[in-house]
């Protein structure tokens, strides 16, 4: 009596496993699509130069020396500072970091 209902599963798990298609077989029929869009066969863009372009204002920061941003970054990065902060080179993106 118990297996009755599990055979019918299985005939209804089989019935509609068959009826739809694999996995990650739409995605596959999207990208064949949409991956042909904006392709023109020729060079990229990436070949072409970089505009020049100028700031509209000073850069602030500029004045600062290089000994003062080091100053800052060792302040941030104590164990002192209490600031729980990972190395950046080390840092997963659920990490602390600056």
Wanted: hydrophobic share 40%.
């Amino acid at each position: 009596m118990l297996a009755l209902p599990f055979v019918g599963l299985a005939f209804a798990s089989l019935a509609l496993s068959s009826t739809l298609p694999p996995l990650g077989y739409e995605r596959k029929l999207i990208h064949d699509i949409l991956g042909k869009r904006g392709y023109n066969g020729s060079s990229s863009c990436l070949n072409d130069a970089a505009p020049t372009t100028s700031a509209p204002k000073p850069n602030i920061w500029a004045q600062i020396p290089p000994e003062d941003n080091l100053a800052v970054w060792n302040l941030l990065h104590a164990n002192a500072s209490g600031l729980n902060l990972t190395d950046p080179s080390k840092a997963k993106p659920s990490d602390n970091y600056v």
